[in-house]
């Protein structure tokens, strides 16, 4: 049992929650992930690890409701417990000193997996620089956590409420006019938003390294439900990941793989909304 040591919400349904996990602690780095299950009947969800703290034996997760296992997950309080936090899992990012600026580019609650691979290239000597998305200032999360980590930091919103109005691309593609010595992106986010950044730094050559989020059924390599293809070959992204090289990854298929269980998770939800109990299939 793991129990829930402090909640927060952050928008109307983007939850940060401190979990006490001291083994995950322990070992995780940053880019690696846990899966979580509430209790014995419940479905497992990958979470990325935001954060965490060694000696205090914490991890920091965040998530948005979405499906029955993060509304019920939206329920709980401090004190109640979880009974799984699997983890760490998946590869760390690979952290070095780059020659030039390392950008990551952040969308929606994905801006949380970016702040621990952002922290780790700032600690390793690095110029870093953040461009965070959101469709409105309200919906932006982590602002304050990545400036401290950040030697910039861009906020882009879609109606224009905060920041510059468009897309995280726009910004990106300004400080490409500008002239910032760009060497290594890491978008990590919605996929569609990975997929054009990655379209985006192709013809300028940079290396850009992406955070999937593919779905997810034991986190281990078992069951191969998260299957990818990268540079034609099929790629685990909880066992060989969760970092690929964005450049080569298959989106379409990634995109239209990230659907396959519409069915299920929408059954799971209306039971959740119906008996109060989540089971299988949805996030």
């Not at 979580?36 to 479905?43: A, K, P, T």
């Not at 999360?141 to 510059?164: F, P, Q, R």
């Not at 970092?243 to 959740?272: C, I, P, T």
Request: with cysteine; proline share 4%; glycine share 10%.
């Amino acid at each position: 049992m793991h129990t829930i040591l402090s909640k927060k919400i952050l928008t109307e349904r983007t939850w940060h929650m401190r979990v006490a996990a001291p083994l995950v602690a322990r070992k995780c780095c940053a880019g690696q992930f846990i899966m979580l299950r509430i209790h014995e009947s419940g479905e497992r969800i990958p979470l990325t690890i935001a954060d965490w703290d060694r000696a205090a034996g914490f991890i920091d997760i965040y998530f948005q409701e979405i499906g029955a296992t993060t509304e019920l997950l939206a329920t709980l309080e401090p004190g109640d417990t979880i009974l799984d936090v699997v983890g760490p899992l998946g590869n760390p990012s690979h952290v070095e000193k780059i020659d030039g600026t390392f950008v990551m580019v952040g969308g929606g609650f994905g801006i949380a997996a970016g702040y621990p691979v952002a922290r780790a290239f700032k600690e390793a000597g690095n110029r870093v620089v953040a461009v965070l998305g959101a469709k409105t200032r309200k919906l932006l999360i982590c602002e304050e956590m990545l400036k401290s980590v950040c030697d910039e930091v861009y906020v882009a919103t879609n109606d224009g409420s905060y920041g510059t109005q468009g897309l995280v691309s726009d910004v990106l593609q300004g400080l490409l006019d500008e002239g910032e010595d760009i060497r290594l992106v890491y978008p990590v986010g919605p996929p569609i938003m990975m997929k054009i950044i990655s379209q985006m730094t192709l013809p300028h050559k940079i290396k850009t390294i992406v955070s999937l989020n593919s779905i997810m059924v034991d986190g281990t390599g078992m069951c191969g439900s998260c299957r990818v293809t990268v540079a034609g070959k099929t790629r685990f992204v909880c066992s060989e990941g969760i970092d690929f090289d964005g450049h080569e990854v298959n989106w379409d298929e990634m995109m239209s793989r990230q659907k396959m269980y519409g069915r299920q998770e929408a059954v799971a939800l209306s039971h959740h909304h119906e008996h109060g109990a989540c089971w299988g299939g949805a996030r």
